[in-house]
């Protein structure tokens, strides 16, 4: 054993050992879908300043969602209910007072200098007028009277909570400001700084919803007219750690156009029924099963081991999830047991290529397995890295720029593209050499599973199809199965869910107890299978639906009074989206700036040529799958959302495991054309492409038929969405880079006479351009 798999079978011990400890010592948070949660009905009132309407409302939603945010509750429900009331579900939330009372203020941050005290005669050095001064209680007890403020809440960048025990200072809010806010604060203090020390007009008041929290001094070393120029200050006034970070969240998150209070409090039970949850779990456990049953058939031995890898990897990356406070709900964890399907293709790779340095080894060297496996972990590296860095690149973007339910998934995105690299790279390597070090496994290619070509390779090096041959006729495929895309979006539209929407809340009480699952089960049959049900009691249920329609609400109360006894309507609000257009906005934008990212990595690391057709298969990808729902008439909601960012990162993914071998196979023949360095990278990675599509397709297909109406739709997108995105990276990238490459302005013509070399990429060549 080499000192290198000793240090990578260690590892893998203390993060799996660490990685268990975690799991059997915290509790995992679970959303409203599997555990329910706390519901708050917030009322907008009026002020002196803002009337409580429509408008004003939907800004509320947005400043509580941030705030939400910033409270580290994940995947909640925000939405406006009729004109003037916020309807916020939070999950697992253990004390909804707090939160009630973080939510509800309104959090109106100003900053004024201080005049004086109210018996003191001392003038203003730059009197105001009267109506714009005020006499507001400090944070010690006495009364300051301050000036008027052209400085408010809006100019802070930051605000968060930190703690400084060496000074004994304790826990205080720093802020940052904006750029205009920063010269305003510049000119307070300088202001502040022509008086005296000890004065009281040397103090600068720090005021939240009308009260004084801090009016510290500007510093003896500031001189008058000068300032502090850093545009960072402190606000300290003997705060608890929970005191310090509330404050700090109120701030950063913004102030409430108008005053809220609460109107109602509750614990409510999750959306989704036990038998829901169950037949998901089921699914779930048995296309895992089936994924480390195919890949131990495919691989042998080093398949078994493979699977064992991948459930470490279900273990380090359940652990991470649970320890960063992940909110988990039904589609989150259906889209972590598809990262497993996933997972398995950084393996498939190393194991492919070391089935290709095992024939080419075999017979010239004494330890043809070893070196083969040591050749092909390293010359997959590459492949495996790039195609990872794109996914990190737009996880890290959704989480930056994203809020809610992006920022979540941007999240699980990243611990699972980051644990997966570590599981091919660490455990199943160091498993798959120690492994090879037995003399048994050595000698017998049928038992290991690298010494077999395996039949796809076999079939394809008999046949050698010319692919690409008329390139044109693949891209003018896939522009018209595009425009079909487009026109089912235009004609049909597309079903938007009550996410996007809105719709309308009703509550009822009945007469017996009705289960979650009964209920669920007798609006499906009247015809509102989308409709999302939860129970506050048992004789209380909710019912949220995005059919707005007179007879909606006396449908509904017959299904119900058919089940529970006399159903009595207590509630029937019309509801505004959860995913509002600020949501939404947030959200396009933060997928604009990761695909540029993503395009202009891919660039760097390959050639423009193969970025765009990269990014462009993605874009084909998307397109198509938003079609078929249309199509269809398939909802579209926040399921959907997720299913499509999936689908994004698989499709970019896809692309740049055959970019990869491209540009391998084509730095080998510097001058010679793209086309046969392209049909040979495509030939050489399509086992990778079957035998990673099938780990995911066999998870899917018993999420989409075992797992329940709950999950349908999701797995159906995501089968969609991998078959389309297999099929582009083949048909749609690959004819895209030649047609590039054909049009550039050197006069080349693809496969004849191109002349420009590609990048070479890391990692010593494995074969040449002609064998599959």
């Known amino acids: 054993m080499t000192r290198a798999t000793t240090v990578r079978a260690v590892l893998a011990a203390v993060v799996l050992l660490v990685s268990l400890f975690v799991t059997l010592t915290m509790s995992p948070r679970l959303g409203l879908d599997l555990q329910g949660g706390t519901r708050l009905v917030l009322q907008a009132k009026d002020s002196p300043t803002a009337k409580a309407d429509r408008e004003s409302t939907d800004r509320t939603v947005e400043v509580l969602r941030q705030r939400i945010d910033a409270l580290g509750v994940a995947e909640p429900t925000v939405t406006r209910s009729g004109e003037d009331r916020v309807l ?29 005290v109210p018996d003191e005669a001392a003038p203003d050095p730059k009197p105001k007028p009267e109506s714009e001064e005020l006499v507001l209680p400090d944070e010690s007890g006495g009364r300051l009277r301050l000036g008027a403020s052209d400085l408010s809440g809006a100019g802070v960048k930051d605000a968060r909570a930190e703690f400084d025990g060496q000074r004994g200072a304790g826990w205080s809010v720093s802020l940052d400001f904006r750029d205009d806010a920063s010269r305003d604060w510049t000119r307070l203090t300088g202001e502040a700084a022509c008086h005296p020390p000890q004065d009281e007009r040397r103090r600068v008041a720090i005021v939240l919803d009308e009260k004084v929290i801090s009016s510290p001094q500007v510093s003896p070393s500031v001189t008058c007219g000068a300032g502090l120029p850093s545009g960072t200050t402190q606000i300290t006034g003997s705060f608890s750690a929970d005191e310090a970070k509330n404050l700090a969240l109120l701030i950063k998150g913004g102030a409430l156009p108008v005053p809220v209070e609460v109107v109602e409090q509750r614990t409510v039970g999750p959306t989704l029924g036990a038998e829901a949850i169950s037949a998901s779990a089921r699914a779930a456990v048995i296309g895992a099963g089936l994924t480390a049953l195919f890949i131990t058939f495919v691989y042998r031995l080093f398949g078994g081991l493979a699977a064992l890898a991948l459930a470490g990897y279900t273990l380090i990356s359940y652990a991470a999830l649970v320890a960063l406070g992940v909110t988990l709900t039904l589609p989150g964890l259906a ?20 089935r290709e340095e095992y024939a080419s080894r075999s017979g010239r060297t004494s330890r043809p397995l070893r070196s083969a496996l040591a050749a092909g972990f390293r010359n997959a590296r590459t492949a495996v890295v790039d195609s990872n860095v794109t996914t990190l690149l737009a996880a890290g973007l959704l989480f930056g720029l994203g809020s809610g339910p992006v920022k979540g998934f941007g999240v699980t995105l990243a611990i699972g593209v980051l644990v997966s690299m570590f599981s091919a790279l660490v455990i199943a390597r160091a498993l798959t050499e120690l492994a090879a070090g037995s003399r048994f496994v050595t000698d017998f290619p049928g038992v290991n599973g690298i010494g077999l070509r395996g039949r796809v390779r076999t079939y394809l090096t008999r046949r050698a199809p010319q692919l690409f041959r008329g390139y044109r006729r693949w891209l003018g495929v896939s522009t018209v199965v595009v425009a079909l895309a487009v026109l089912g979006v235009t004609l049909r539209g597309l079903n938007l869910g009550v996410e996007f929407t809105g719709g309308r809340l009703m509550e009822y009480t009945t007469s017996r107890p009705v289960g979650i699952d009964t209920a669920r089960t007798a609006l499906a049959d009247a015809g509102f299978a989308d409709a999302e049900v939860t129970t506050a009691g048992e004789r209380e249920l909710s019912v949220r639906t995005g059919d707005t329609g007179d007879r909606t609400e006396a449908a509904i109360r017959d299904a119900l009074s058919a089940e529970g006894g006399a159903a009595m309507k207590v509630r029937d609000d019309l509801i505004g989206p959860s995913l509002g257009d600020e949501l939404r906005r947030h959200a396009l934008i933060a997928l604009g700036i990761a695909v540029g990212a993503q395009l202009l990595y891919l660039a760097v690391r390959f050639r423009w040529s193969f970025a765009v057709a990269s990014v462009t298969a993605m874009v084909h990808d998307v397109v198509i799958l938003v079609g078929v729902f249309a199509w269809l008439g398939r909802p579209v909601d926040g399921i959907f959302l997720a299913a499509l960012l999936t689908v994004i990162g698989y499709s970019v993914n896809d692309s740049v495991v055959v970019f990869d071998r491209v540009r391998e196979l084509w730095a080998r023949r510097p001058g010679s054309p793209l086309l046969p360095a392209a049909r040979a990278a495509v030939l050489q990675t399509v086992p990778r492409t079957v035998n990673t599509g099938m780990g995911a397709l066999f998870i899917l297909t018993a999420l989409a038929v075992l797992g329940g109406d709950s999950l349908r739709d999701f797995a159906l997108a995501l089968l969609i969405g991998i078959c389309v995105g297999t099929y582009s990276s083949v048909f749609t990238a690959v004819p895209v880079a030649l047609e590039m490459e054909s049009r550039r302005k050197d006069g080349g013509r693809t496969g004849q006479g191109q002349r420009q070399r590609p990048k070479a990429g890391r990692g010593r060549p494995a074969d040449n351009g002609a064998r599959v």
């Open 88 to 116: 916020i579900e939070l999950p697992d939330v253990t004390d909804p007072r707090e939160a009630a009372e973080v939510l509800g203020r309104t959090a109106q941050l100003t900053f004024h200098p201080v005049i004086g």
């Open 335 to 354: 889209g972590f047991v598809l990262a497993i399907g996933m997972a398995v293709d950084a393996n498939v790779l190393a194991f492919e290529r070391a």
